[in-house]
């Protein structure tokens, strides 16, 4: 069968509905069925969230939710003391000690298990090991190392003693891991020589060691060897540093609420990247609460998150959300299609999962690669589907509601950022009605709103989303930079002199008359041709509402006459010809929608746009490819290799 024919065939046999009921049967077990929980929550704000903060087990109970006295400042949880490794781990040990905290396979098949007994007698190794190499409470120690075990174990041993971490993906360049270091002033980095991808074992080694010669600072280093044993001159080797702290236990140290967790590094409009800090109290509780009320994960669950911890959805889900929970967290190390197209779902066979959370993308490809592979497994364990990091289509939805569900596991399509710290508009899963394409309704207690350019709600159309209360889970500044923390995320619609705070996240979106809002993607300021103020959401609405249009990014670039032009980029879907047919539609369309003036410059077709690892468009990029201008910082990129292919076109 061809892939047009396979394209229609399963096209023919997807549901036809826009909207789907939760199943009978899983409102019958899930953690929240009764909608009253949006109203008991607006009417008893932000008292409300002493819901979130009673998941956990405190040293000192707050003596306030929230403290307001230095907005956009917010403060939560205030007087409370407690220990972010313990709530993770300490606390499940007389319950559920001998059952898997953490269930890992690698690339090649080998498979780690951990209960919550084995972390913590490997988090209490790691914490003195770290502690013996002179990291003291508030110390930010880095952490540059794929999806292994050891990662998350190294986090929560930092969060034992008080030091927060700062993760860098594996896959950032050696500058990318010297900027991060730098600008946190982090003295300690714990990585690994080597990892696995596609069958090959990379050098990690060679990356560090650039990095350590360009940061300007000494740094003392742990290196798991993953080639080899670890036997280099100067790094500490990890498992001769642990193996030599094994039965020492580390006492969990008090933080206050308000601590820093952890420094998370998020691209920045700029370029530059920003340093999201983000705290104890606040944050672990928000996490446990949405990875309970969202993913409707229990103490009972094996649940797989296939994220990587180098980026937020690993941290508030792979690891503090789940681990807070006592759940069991899958972890995996590798290429979803290695050694063939259907590793995930032999995984979710072996392991039977009961939750899956992961990304478009990822379903995309999986209805590239067709129904054969999941339909060989028994994926009936299953009872909840999720998606995360860009909206989700229609027609992908649908096919991850019938072949990977089987029309019996609700699908929450979930918006947030790395500065939200969790999740904040999708459906609860055991009482809202999912649309396909749309993430949902503002989760209760959050007051997400979309506004016009000039601020005004937008009760069914299209605008900007806001969020005009704040939240436990949010980032508390830009680190070392208070005053960028204000520029970036305060300033568009926040009125001071009237004491009104208004979070914009900088993302297009639509809302319905029902209340529920479709995220477009990021609005990254406005084209300006001859004059006239288009925005780049305006037009790429246009532009995907051509037949044939995946996916698209509307950016201006330099133009002799018009001073700015149009440039369209355009992902086809898969049965459509990218050719001048389509081209010759989209301007038309942009045309009879915004007008002639408005009509593009170049439409540039490419199987991908540059996103960074969570999703978002580098709109920044394309921008720069238009104008002819030096690429920025790429570092933060899924796919580098797709802007020279697009400036190759362009050019």
Known sequence: MSDDDMSDEIEARLPEEDSFEPPEEFVDQANYTDSSIYERFESDWPECWEEAATLLDWYDVHDQVLDTSDEPFYEWFTGGSLNACYECVDRHLPERGDELAIQWEGENGEKRQFTYEDL??????????????????????????PMLPELPIVMLACARIGAPHNVVFA???????????????????????????????????????????????????????????????????????????????????????????????????TGTPKGVKHTTGGYLSYVAWTAHAVLDLTPEDTYWCAADIGWITGHSYIVYGPLALGTTTVMYEGAPDHPDKDRLWEMVERYMVDVFYTAPTAVRAFMKWGTDYPESHDLSSLRLLGTVGEPINPRAWKWYYRYIGGESCPVVDTWWQTETGGMMVTTLPGIGEMKPGSAGLPLPGIDARVVTGEGEEVDDGAGYLTVHKPWPGMLRTVYGDDERYIEEYWSEYSDPDEDEWIYFPEDGAKVDDDG????????????????????????????????????????????????????????????????DELRGEIVEAVEGEIGPFARPEEVVFTPDLPKTRSGKIMRRLLEDVASGEPLGDTSTLRNPDVVEDIRGQVE
């Open 171 to 269: 896959g950032f360049s050696s500058d990318a891991l010297a900027t991060r270091m730098e600008n946190s002033d982090s003295e300690y980095l714990v990585t690994v020589d080597g990892y696995l991808r596609r069958g090959e074992l990379l050098d990690h080694e060679s990356k560090v060691d650039d990095a350590l010669a360009s940061v300007e600072h000494d740094v003392e280093a742990v290196v798991l060897g993953r080639r080899e044993p670890w036997s280099g001159e100067g790094p500490h080797g990890y498992r001769e540093l642990v193996d030599g702290h094994r039965g020492t236990e580390v006492e969990p140290v008090e933080r206050d609420s308000e601590d820093m967790l952890f420094l998370m590094y998020t691209s920045g409009t």
């Open 120 to 145: 913590h007698e490997e988090v209490n190794a790691v914490a003195a090991a770290l502690q013996d190499i002179g990291v003291g409470e508030d110390d930010v120690v880095s952490v540059y190392m």
């Open 516 to 579: 529920y809002i479709t995220v477009l993607g990021r609005v990254d300021d406005v084209v300006n041709v001859s004059g006239h103020r288009l925005g780049t959401m305006e037009l790429e609405s246009a532009v995907v509402g051509v037949e044939g249009v995946a996916e698209a990014a509307v950016v201006g670039g330099s133009h002799d006459v018009k001073g700015e032009a149009v440039y369209v980029y355009v992902i086809a879907e898969e049965d459509a010809d990218a050719g």
